[in-house]
């Protein structure tokens, strides 16, 4: 009887996983490279796609978007764009009141030309790189729209000596090379997930962890 009450317990756990797991891919698409989206949304603009989320990772996005004006911008054609998740927005507010962290800096009282800046930063013009793309070039230099050198590489996909088996998944990496006088470091982040499409742009996100600020200096904010 006990045993038979254990494997209901632990086939109810299961599903429960399963349904779970179901319920996040259908929310959000976090797979380690492969986007699966309905066709409707690969016909959706990029504005569009980040506003439709109804999970509303993408709320801190589209508001610094819409305070910029920028949407044409994002729903340029033929572009790559690096789409900063609401943790990574509000990490770059946090960074505006070094007094009280837990009082971010609202969005409408950050300078206009500063958010632009920082969103230019992660759109490559005239490019629809894929994460087989990074895998196939190693390492690549694009121009940002703001023309600043980004870094674009593969990581991962590892393989243990002495085995041809591949170890980990391939995953890409970005990074906004330093300005001097302008930025304080090079700005790299882990990518969460890779090749979503829309209509005009192939869209990576950036990890929770990643920070919207790009490594630009304080004293520049305003």
């Known amino acids: 009887?006990?045993?038979?009450?254990?494997?209901?317990?632990?086939?109810?756990?299961?599903?429960?996983?399963?349904?779970?797991?179901?319920?996040?891919?259908?929310?959000?698409?976090?797979?380690?490279?492969?986007?699966?989206?309905?066709?409707?949304e690969k016909n959706m603009s990029t504005y569009d796609f980040l506003a439709g989320r109804s999970n509303h990772m993408f709320d801190s996005l589209v508001?610094?978007?819409?305070?910029?004006?920028?949407?044409?911008?994002?729903?340029?054609n033929n572009i790559t764009f690096y789409a900063a998740?609401?943790?990574?927005?509000?990490?770059?507010?946090?960074?505006?009141n070094a007094a009280d962290r837990l009082a971010p800096r609202p969005l409408s009282k950050i300078g206009l030309d500063t958010l632009k800046l920082l969103l230019n930063r992660f759109i490559i013009p005239g490019n629809r790189i894929t994460l087989e793309q990074a895998v196939a070039d190693k390492l690549k230099t694009y121009k940002d729209n703001n023309t600043d050198s980004i870094n674009i590489a593969?990581?991962?996909?590892?393989?243990?000596a002495g085995s041809s088996i591949q170890t980990s998944a391939f995953r890409m990496y970005y990074e906004h090379r330093k300005i001097k006088k302008v930025d304080s470091v090079n700005y790299g982040s882990d990518i969460q997930t890779h090749n979503l499409i829309t209509a005009n742009a192939r869209v990576h996100v950036l990890v929770n962890g990643a920070n919207f600020a790009c490594g630009l200096k304080l004293k520049y904010y305003r």
Do not use: H, W
């Open 1 to 40: 009887m006990k045993n038979r009450t254990y494997k209901t317990i632990a086939l109810l756990g299961v599903i429960f996983i399963l349904i779970a797991s179901a319920c996040k891919k259908k929310d959000y698409f976090v797979d380690g490279g492969l986007a699966q989206q309905s066709e409707a």
């Open 63 to 76: 508001k610094i978007i819409d305070l910029t004006n920028t949407k044409v911008l994002v729903n340029t």
């Open 85 to 96: 998740p609401n943790e990574a927005v509000i990490r770059f507010q946090q960074r505006l």
């Open 154 to 160: 593969s990581a991962g996909g590892g393989i243990n």
